[in-house]
């Protein structure tokens, strides 16, 4: 169960897209009214401000009297999100480039705090307090396991490669709100950032190169169905195309992992392609280094465990316990040297943890 899922406060939320706003309310981690959604005006500021405090008065007006705690949501960026404020190169809100302070201007206008985050961040957090971490930990216990996790790196698999990462339930923002993915250096192709590897572009553009066939009206849904035989194509191209995907986000996660030491999850829309991508992902993460002496080590320290597997996920739960015995007593504690992390695909998807991630990430700060 999530961390805020029985509270009462009411949170704004809004998804902002370079087309269109998306305007909602949550209480107890669920949306209480339906979805009201605005053209977003994104080349005029003014126009684009305005749509902003139209959108939460009619959310207000929906609520019964109900007062709203706060106002969360994420924003693209580059950002300085702690202060709210919006600034740089930002192709679907052009009209941000030279600095908006966009928390600021809300809390003026609505008289709550406002809360904005990068959507790889809260989707994290979302995950983390309202998600797999929970879910994970809950079943552990009832496996009659000991273990729990504190730590989460979530990922994000669609337009771009997103990352957020939560420790011991808070989220890390970074120093400058630059705590990514997306800009390391793709592990393949020298030069290049991972990104071009890790997105719906790097699976068109690898099931292109290895059919043969340019044609860029197809999507990552269409390589999927040629994959599985439902639509005309080259099958093993678009196998190709998903496997090398997972293999360019093992390597990159591997990195992730080793240094955040927490269990990770994937969400976004090319998740559904998991049977043709995270074979090579494992394979990745569970690959080898090497000494200059020639000694062959793991790539991570950490086990790492399919936890969508029912047979790992069992595995996970057992580790390697074992009583060791207190030098000079008759006494005994329990241990376990098996370090191991988890892996899995989200199970509430990446728009529902975004949203969970925004009220959570309001509330734990209000609470703060």
């Known amino acids: 169960m999530g961390k805020y899922k029985n509270d009462s406060r009411v949170v704004l939320t809004l998804d902002a897209g370079g087309t269109n706003m998306v305007f909602g309310a949550m209480r107890s981690e669920e949306y209480i009214i339906d979805p009201i959604t605005l053209p977003s005006n994104a080349n005029d500021l003014d126009l684009c401000l305005e749509t902003m405090v139209t959108g939460f008065r009619s959310v207000i007006n929906q609520l019964g009297g109900i007062k709203p705690s706060a106002i969360s949501f994420a924003f693209p960026g580059p950002a300085d999100y702690a202060a709210g404020i919006i600034g740089g190169f930002l192709p679907n809100f052009p009209s941000f480039r030279d600095g908006v302070a966009l928390g600021p201007y809300l809390k003026e206008v609505f008289g709550v705090p406002v809360f904005i985050n990068n959507d790889g961040d809260l989707y994290a957090f979302g995950e983390a307090l309202g998600g797999v971490l929970p879910e994970v930990n809950e079943k552990l216990l009832a496996m009659g396991s000991s273990k729990q996790y504190h730590n989460l790196i979530?990922?994000?698999?669609?337009?771009?490669?997103?990352?957020?990462c939560v420790i011991n339930d808070q989220l890390n923002r970074g120093d400058n709100c630059c705590a990514e993915t997306w800009c390391l250096p793709h592990p393949f192709i020298n030069g290049v950032i991972v990104e071009e590897g890790v997105a719906i572009r790097a699976v068109k553009r690898v099931y292109a190169e290895q059919s043969g066939v340019q044609d860029?009206?197809?999507?990552?849904?269409?390589?999927?169905d040629i994959a599985e035989g439902r639509r005309e194509g080259n099958?093993?191209?678009?196998?190709?195309?998903?496997?090398?995907?997972?293999?360019?986000?093992?390597?990159?996660m591997a990195v992730a992992g080793q240094l955040m030491d927490g269990l990770i999850v994937i969400g976004g829309g090319i998740t559904a392609s998991h049977k043709y991508f995270m074979p090579a992902l494992l394979a990745e993460l569970r690959g080898t280094v090497r000494t200059l002496s020639g000694d062959t080590l793991q790539r991570m320290q950490m086990k790492v465990y399919d936890l969508d597997d029912e047979a790992e996920f069992a595995a996970f739960a057992k580790g390697d316990a074992r009583e060791l015995k207190i030098y000079g007593t008759d006494k005994t504690v329990t241990y376990d040297p098996q370090k191991r992390i988890g892996i899995m695909i989200s199970k509430i998807g990446a728009s529902k943890a975004i949203s969970v991630g925004a009220y959570d990430f309001a509330l734990s700060q209000l609470d703060a």
């Open 154 to 164: 979530g990922y994000t698999f669609g337009t771009g490669f997103g990352m957020g």
């Open 216 to 224: 860029a009206s197809l999507t990552p849904k269409d390589i999927f």
């Open 235 to 252: 099958p093993e191209a678009a196998k190709a195309a998903f496997a090398e995907m997972g293999r360019t986000a093992g390597r990159c």
